[in-house]
C-alpha cells in the first residue's frame, strides 16, 4: 500500500517563501569595511528575485555553475538564494587556496560567472585569466579590480524582481564544494535541494543547533566553506536574524558583533574560539545573550569547553565534514547524563557528539568488519543519510570513498553505548608505533591544557625501532614559558607511557590550512629529517 501524501519537491524555494511570507520584518546585519550595513528579509527577497531576474536574462541556465568568491555579508547571502532558486548551481570557491588549486577548482566545475568581493581582488586579479569558462565576472563593493567586471548593484538595478520561480526537481544540484584536499586535487561535492532541505531541518533539530525565530546567528564560519555549515540555510529556514562578519574574523571584531548585535548562536572552528578565549580573558564583553557556541571541523580541546564554561558560555563540539553537508553530530549532553559530577560532565562534552536525526554511521576495521559500540574498539567511520554525499563530481577517485551506500570518511573513531562518537584521528595522522596507533589529536588536546600552551600540534616522526614516534611542535602563550620536559611531565598521569612524545619542539605558530584548521602536512615537511632524542 502506498502512503497517500504529497510528494512535495524539498527546494530552496520553500525556505526562501517562508522568509517572504513568514519573517519579513527580520533582519539580516553585514560587517563591512564600509560599516554595518542592515536590512530586512523583505529587502533581501525583493534583491535576490531582482538578481535571479538578471541571472536568467543574462544567459544562466538551470544546471550552469555560478561561483562566489567572497566574504560572508548579505549580498553572498542574496546569491546563497537566487542562484538554485533558478535552477543553477551556486559554486562557492574558497578564497583561500592556493592559486593552482583554485585555477583547477573553477575549471574543473566549469564556471560560468564568478561574483567576487572588491577587497579580494589581490587574490583574483592574478589567476582570473585563467579562469578559462567563466563568461563573466561581477564586483561587489565599490574597490577597483583589474578583472574585467560588471557592478553587483549595476548588474541587478534594471530588473523588476522574478514573479515566479521556474519549477526545481528536488534531486537538482544545488551547490557545489571542494573539499580543501590534503593531498591531490580538491574533490567537488554537489549538495542537492532536498540534501539542502532535510540538512536545515536536521540542523534546526534540539539537539544540534535548534534555532528558533528569536535566535539571532553569527555566521563566522564562511560562506566559502562547506556552505557555512548549513547557517545561511537553516537560520533563514527558522527566521533567526542574521549576523555576517564580513572580512572581520579577528576576535575582537567577534566579540564586539556578539556583545552589540546579541547573538545567541555561532559556531566556528576551534582556531577561531581559542583566539576569542584569549581575547575575552583580556577584554571584558557582555555575552550574556549567548546560549550557545558550537566547535568542529577539528577535535575542541577539553580545556576549552571548562574555559568557555567557567566564562558562563556552553561551547559544544560538533563533528562532519565537507561531504556530509557537514553536520553529522553535535557533542550535547544527554540527560541521563546531566546529574553526574562535573569530571564525567567535561568527560562527555569533550566527545565529538552523537548523531543527529538523519544520519547513520558504523566503524569498521581495516578489513570492513563491523565493530562495537563500547567506547573502545577504534576504526574508519563510515556515514550514510540524505545529505551524505554519493559520489564525487567528475573523479576518478570516487571509487576509494564510496562503498555499499556509505561515506568512509578517513576519520578513526570510538563509539559508547550512549552513542557519542569519539574521533581517535585522522587515518592519516595517526602516529604508527609498534604496530600501534597513537592519536595525535589526544597528545594535543592534553597538551592544550596545559596553562602555558596556546596550540599544540602533534606529528609522527619516523623512527628506526619503532616506525614512528610522536613529536609535539607547541605554541606557547605571549609572555609564558614552559620546557620540553615540564611539557612531557604534564602529560604523564594523562596519557599511557608509550604515547608520550619523544620531543617537544617549540614554533611561533602552528600552520594552518585554508579553513583554519592545523596543518600538519606543512609541519610534516619542516621536521623531516627531525632528529628525536630516542631514536638510534
Ligand atoms: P578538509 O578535509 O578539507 O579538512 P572538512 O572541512 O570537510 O575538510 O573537514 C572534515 C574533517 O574535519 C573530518 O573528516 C575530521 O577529520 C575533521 N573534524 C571535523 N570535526 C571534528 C571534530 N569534532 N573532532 C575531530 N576532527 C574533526
Given at each position: 500500500?502506498?502512503?497517500?501524501m504529497?510528494?512535495?519537491?524539498?527546494?530552496?524555494?520553500h525556505?526562501?517563501?517562508?522568509?517572504?511570507?513568514?519573517?519579513?520584518?527580520k533582519?539580516?546585519?553585514s560587517?563591512?569595511?564600509?560599516?554595518?550595513?542592515?536590512?530586512?528579509?523583505?529587502e533581501?527577497?525583493?534583491?535576490?528575485r531582482?538578481?535571479?531576474?538578471?541571472?536568467?536574462?543574462?544567459?544562466?541556465k538551470p544546471?550552469?555553475?555560478?561561483?562566489?568568491?567572497?566574504?560572508?555579508?548579505?549580498?553572498?547571502?542574496?546569491?546563497?538564494?537566487?542562484?538554485?532558486?533558478?535552477?543553477?548551481?551556486?559554486?562557492?570557491?574558497n578564497i583561500?587556496?592556493?592559486p593552482?588549486?583554485?585555477?583547477?577548482?573553477?575549471?574543473?566545475?566549469?564556471?560560468?560567472?564568478?561574483f567576487?568581493?572588491?577587497?579580494?581582488?589581490?587574490?583574483?586579479?592574478?589567476?582570473?585569466?585563467?579562469?578559462?569558462?567563466?563568461?563573466?565576472?561581477?564586483?561587489?563593493?565599490?574597490?577597483?579590480?583589474k578583472?574585467e567586471s560588471?557592478?553587483?548593484?549595476?548588474?541587478?538595478?534594471?530588473?523588476?524582481?522574478?514573479?515566479?520561480?521556474?519549477?526545481?526537481?528536488?534531486?537538482?544540484?544545488?551547490?557545489?564544494?571542494y573539499?580543501?584536499?590534503t593531498?591531490?586535487?580538491?574533490?567537488?561535492?554537489?549538495?542537492s535541494?532536498?540534501?539542502?532541505?532535510?540538512?536545515?531541518?536536521?540542523?534546526?533539530?534540539?539537539?544540534?543547533?535548534?534555532?528558533?525565530?528569536?535566535?539571532?546567528?553569527?555566521?563566522?564560519?564562511?560562506m566559502?566553506?562547506?556552505?557555512?555549515?548549513?547557517?545561511?540555510?537553516?537560520?533563514?529556514?527558522a527566521?533567526?536574524?542574521?549576523?555576517?562578519?564580513?572580512?572581520?574574523?579577528?576576535?575582537?571584531?567577534?566579540?564586539?558583533?556578539?556583545?552589540?548585535?546579541?547573538?545567541?548562536?555561532?559556531?566556528?572552528?576551534?582556531?577561531?574560539?581559542?583566539?576569542?578565549?584569549?581575547?575575552?580573558?583580556?577584554?571584558?564583553?557582555d555575552?550574556s545573550s549567548?546560549?550557545?557556541?558550537?566547535?568542529?571541523?577539528?577535535?575542541?580541546?577539553?580545556?576549552?569547553?571548562?574555559?568557555?564554561?567557567?566564562n558562563?558560555?556552553?561551547?559544544?563540539?560538533?563533528?562532519?565534514?565537507?561531504?556530509t553537508?557537514?553536520?553529522c553530530a553535535?557533542?550535547?549532553?544527554?540527560?541521563?547524563?546531566?546529574?553526574?559530577?562535573?569530571?564525567?560532565?567535561?568527560?562527555?562534552?569533550?566527545?565529538?557528539?552523537?548523531l543527529?536525526p538523519?544520519?547513520e554511521?558504523?566503524?569498521?576495521?581495516?578489513?570492513?568488519?563491523?565493530?562495537?559500540?563500547?567506547?573502545k574498539?577504534?576504526g574508519?567511520?563510515?556515514?550514510?543519510?540524505?545529505?551524505?554525499?554519493?559520489?564525487?563530481?567528475?573523479d576518478?577517485?570516487?571509487?576509494?570513498?564510496?562503498?555499499?551506500?556509505?561515506l568512509?570518511?578517513?576519520?578513526?573513531?570510538?563509539?559508547?553505548?550512549?552513542g557519542?562518537?569519539?574521533?581517535?584521528?585522522?587515518?592519516?595522522?595517526?602516529?604508527?608505533?609498534?604496530?600501534?596507533?597513537?592519536?595525535?589529536?589526544?597528545?594535543?588536546?592534553?597538551?592544550?591544557?596545559h596553562?602555558?600552551?596556546?596550540?599544540?600540534?602533534?606529528?609522527?616522526?619516523?623512527?628506526?625501532?619503532?616506525?614512528?614516534?610522536?613529536?609535539?611542535?607547541?605554541?606557547?602563550?605571549?609572555?609564558m614559558?614552559?620546557?620540553?620536559?615540564?611539557?612531557?611531565?604534564?602529560?604523564e598521569?594523562?596519557?599511557?607511557k608509550?604515547w608520550?612524545?619523544?620531543?617537544?619542539?617549540?614554533?611561533a605558530?602552528?600552520?594552518?590550512?585554508?579553513?583554519?584548521?592545523f596543518?600538519k602536512?606543512?609541519l610534516?615537511?619542516?621536521?623531516?629529517?627531525?632528529?628525536?632524542?630516542?631514536?638510534?
Amino acid at each position: 500500500m502506498k502512503g497517500l501524501m504529497q510528494d512535495f519537491p524539498l527546494t530552496i524555494q520553500h525556505i526562501m517563501w517562508r522568509a517572504e511570507k513568514l519573517f519579513r520584518e527580520k533582519e539580516i546585519v553585514s560587517k563591512l569595511p564600509s560599516g554595518l550595513h542592515r536590512y530586512t528579509y523583505a529587502e533581501f527577497a525583493e534583491r535576490a528575485r531582482r538578481l535571479a531576474a538578471a541571472l536568467i536574462d543574462s544567459g544562466v541556465k538551470p544546471g550552469d555553475r555560478v561561483a562566489t568568491f567572497a566574504w560572508n555579508h548579505y549580498r553572498h547571502h542574496e546569491l546563497y538564494f537566487a542562484v538554485p532558486c533558478i535552477g543553477a548551481v551556486l559554486h562557492t570557491l574558497n578564497i583561500r587556496l592556493f592559486p593552482e588549486q583554485l585555477i583547477y577548482i573553477a575549471n574543473h566545475a566549469e564556471d560560468r560567472f564568478v561574483f567576487f568581493d572588491d577587497s579580494l581582488v589581490s587574490v583574483l586579479d592574478p589567476i582570473s585569466a585563467e579562469f578559462t569558462t567563466v563568461e563573466r565576472f561581477i564586483k561587489m563593493g565599490e574597490g577597483d579590480s583589474k578583472t574585467e567586471s560588471v557592478d553587483y548593484e549595476e548588474f541587478i538595478r534594471s530588473y523588476d524582481p522574478i514573479d515566479q520561480w521556474p519549477a526545481v526537481d528536488e534531486n537538482a544540484a544545488a551547490g557545489m564544494c571542494y573539499t580543501s584536499g590534503t593531498t591531490g586535487n580538491p574533490k567537488g561535492v554537489v549538495y542537492s535541494h532536498r540534501s539542502t532541505v532535510l540538512h536545515s531541518f536536521g540542523v534546526n533539530t534540539g539537539n544540534a543547533n535548534g534555532l528558533k525565530e528569536d535566535d539571532v546567528t553569527l555566521a563566522i564560519v564562511p560562506m566559502f566553506h562547506a556552505m557555512a555549515w548549513g547557517q545561511p540555510y537553516s537560520a533563514t529556514m527558522a527566521g533567526c536574524t542574521q549576523v555576517y562578519p564580513g572580512p572581520f574574523l579577528d576576535p575582537a571584531s567577534l566579540l564586539d558583533l556578539m556583545q552589540s548585535q546579541r547573538v545567541t548562536v555561532s559556531a566556528g572552528v576551534p582556531t577561531i574560539w581559542i583566539g576569542v578565549l584569549d581575547e575575552l580573558s583580556k577584554n571584558g564583553y557582555d555575552l550574556s545573550s549567548v546560549r550557545l557556541l558550537t566547535a568542529g571541523g577539528a577535535a575542541v580541546p577539553r580545556s576549552m569547553i571548562e574555559s568557555f564554561d567557567s566564562n558562563g558560555l556552553s561551547l559544544v563540539q560538533g563533528w562532519g565534514m565537507t561531504e556530509t553537508s557537514p553536520v553529522c553530530a553535535l557533542g550535547h549532553l544527554k540527560s541521563s547524563l546531566q546529574a553526574e559530577d562535573d569530571e564525567t560532565k567535561f568527560r562527555v562534552k569533550a566527545k565529538t557528539g552523537f548523531l543527529i536525526p538523519g544520519v547513520e554511521l558504523r566503524i569498521v576495521d581495516d578489513k570492513g568488519k563491523e565493530l562495537p559500540w563500547d567506547g573502545k574498539s577504534f576504526g574508519e567511520i563510515q556515514v550514510r543519510g540524505p545529505w551524505i554525499a554519493s559520489d564525487y563530481y567528475n573523479d576518478p577517485r570516487s571509487a576509494d570513498s564510496f562503498m555499499d551506500g556509505w561515506l568512509r570518511t578517513g576519520d578513526v573513531a570510538t563509539v559508547d553505548e550512549l552513542g557519542y562518537l569519539q574521533i581517535v584521528d585522522r587515518t592519516k595522522d595517526l602516529v604508527k608505533s609498534g604496530g600501534e596507533w597513537i592519536s595525535s589529536v589526544e597528545l594535543e588536546k592534553e597538551i592544550m591544557g596545559h596553562p602555558a600552551v596556546l596550540e599544540a600540534a602533534v606529528i609522527g616522526i619516523p623512527h628506526a625501532k619503532w616506525t614512528e614516534r610522536p613529536l609535539a611542535c607547541v605554541v606557547l602563550r605571549e609572555k609564558m614559558e614552559a620546557s620540553s620536559d615540564e611539557i612531557i611531565a604534564f602529560l604523564e598521569d594523562k596519557v599511557a607511557k608509550w604515547w608520550l612524545p619523544d620531543d617537544v619542539v617549540f614554533i611561533a605558530e602552528v600552520p594552518k590550512t585554508s579553513v583554519g584548521k592545523f596543518d600538519k602536512k606543512v609541519l610534516r615537511e619542516k621536521f623531516d629529517g627531525h632528529k628525536l632524542p630516542t631514536d638510534v
